[in-house]
């Protein structure tokens, strides 16, 4: 794992942004009611965890917690509270402050439900900057992508600095909702494009010994078709030749390559290698064709 100073100093032209990122992380590592419900997951961790340089102005978490459970005033409140504290013992000459709080997609009944909270920063010699950041209306952003009602199986530590940590997904987890991201692409329940799971996947196959694969594969399977139970899904080991699925992870796949410091692989090969490992699970007999 990268430790979050290097990883803030290793991009000097985006180090007002790392750094408000840093403050996130602290805040919320630092906040009890925060700390014990959050599990960082997404593009973020896979920077911080395994060297990506594959992320984006959102920081995702996931939450087992489902909205009835959830205060979303409590929330916004002790996040708040926690990045003004967190700034503060940073040092770091920025002001972050929680802008918006919203349920998406809106209304009681949803079965998973996102929070979006943007998290404006401010440098705090700069007037203009402040005064937009108190009312709310900061130009400079982060979004905070809090999912509920998440199967989570395996958790990690990401250490800040002083033991302060933060709950992360563990790599079957991360893998395993990576697999049924792309899988949920065609399903009649949500129509989506996912052009960077693809990428992501087939980097921490590249990037994690195939060692330690041999001894998680049957915790990838077995967390993947949890995951995927949830979202009305039934994942079979010939689901990844759909073409349609191929299609649309294939979609903007090529955009990535302004978002990554190395060569973007190519497509075909991505795709083909992370088949291979999706087809290599254990699977059941009764699942073969």
């Known amino acids: 794992m990268l430790p979050i100073d290097a990883w803030v100093a290793a991009d000097p032209g985006r180090t007002t942004f790392r750094q408000a990122v840093h403050v996130v992380l602290t805040a919320i590592a630092g906040t009890e009611s925060l700390r014990t419900t959050m599990a960082l997951k997404g593009g973020m961790l896979m920077a911080l965890a395994f060297g990506s340089s594959r992320y984006t102005k959102d920081i995702d978490f996931s939450t087992r917690q489902d909205l009835s459970a959830f205060d979303r005033d409590r929330f916004k409140g002790d996040l708040d509270a926690a990045l003004r504290r967190a700034g503060d013992s940073l040092g770091y000459p920025i002001l972050c402050a929680v802008q918006t709080c919203k349920q998406q997609p809106p209304g009681p009944d949803q079965t998973h439900p996102t929070i979006r909270a943007s998290v404006g920063y401010a440098r705090r010699g700069n007037a203009g900057e402040m005064r937009r950041l108190d009312a709310g209306q900061a130009i400079t952003v982060i979004h905070i992508d809090h999912s509920l009602n998440e199967v989570i199986d395996t958790e990690d530590v990401y250490t800040l600095q002083d033991h302060n940590q933060i709950r992360t997904y563990g790599l079957v987890d991360l893998v395993s909702e990576k697999l049924r991201a792309t899988l949920q692409q065609n399903s009649e329940v949500r129509v989506r494009i996912r ?95």
């Open 195 to 289: 052009r960077q799971d693809i990428y992501d996947i087939h980097f921490l196959l590249r990037t994690v010994p195939e060692r330690f694969y041999a001894r998680i594969r049957a915790d990838i399977l077995r967390v993947l078709i949890e995951k995927a139970r949830t979202r009305n899904l039934a994942p079979t080991p010939d689901s990844m030749k759909d073409p349609e699925i191929r299609a649309r992870s294939a979609r903007e796949y090529g955009d990535l390559a302004t978002e990554i410091d190395e060569p973007l692989p190519p497509f075909d090969r991505a795709y083909g290698e992370v088949q291979t490992f999706y087809e290599s699970l254990p699977w059941p007999p009764g699942a073969m064709p």
